[in-house]
């Protein structure tokens, strides 16, 4: 499975942006989804997970009300809108998939099997 992620960019406090993840394959809707972030210095952290279903979500807390992840399995894609972009929000944002289940449990990288390739997230103050 290939991961392909884009929709990053710079961006000011306040603003918007669209991630999209494609998926190569056909199992995508037996995948469940994530995006998760890493800032210079700190560890990977999930923000969202969606479920292979879509009937269960995560959110990291200090993402809740301004993200919103969401899947068109016709498309195999999976997006992540986010709104009300802060500072703090800057990190290189990458596309997760898991095919065993797990990751709309746990929540964790350690459950991710496949990674995309990353996006760079910038917003300025």
């Known amino acids: 499975v290939q991961l392909q992620a884009s929709g990053g960019g710079l961006v000011q406090a306040g603003g918007s942006l669209r991630l999209s993840c494609t998926a190569s394959?056909?199992?995508?809707?037996?995948?469940?989804m994530g995006w998760f972030r890493q800032a210079p210095g700190k560890e990977r952290e999930a923000v969202a997970v969606?479920?292979?279903?879509?009937?269960?979500?995560y959110y990291v807390d200090s993402v809740k009300g301004r993200f919103t992840v969401s899947r068109d399995n016709a498309k195999n894609t999976v997006y992540l809108q986010m709104d009300s972009l802060k500072p703090e929000d800057t990190a290189i944002y990458y596309c997760?998939?898991?095919?065993?289940?797990?990751?709309?449990?746990?929540?964790?990288?350690?459950?991710?099997?496949?990674w995309g390739q990353g996006t760079q997230v910038t917003v300025s103050s």
């Open positions: 997760a998939a898991d095919p065993t289940g797990r990751l709309h449990l746990y929540g964790s990288s350690r459950n991710v099997v496949y």
């Open positions: 394959g056909r199992a995508f809707s037996n995948y469940d």
């Open positions: 969606i479920s292979f279903s879509g009937s269960i979500i």
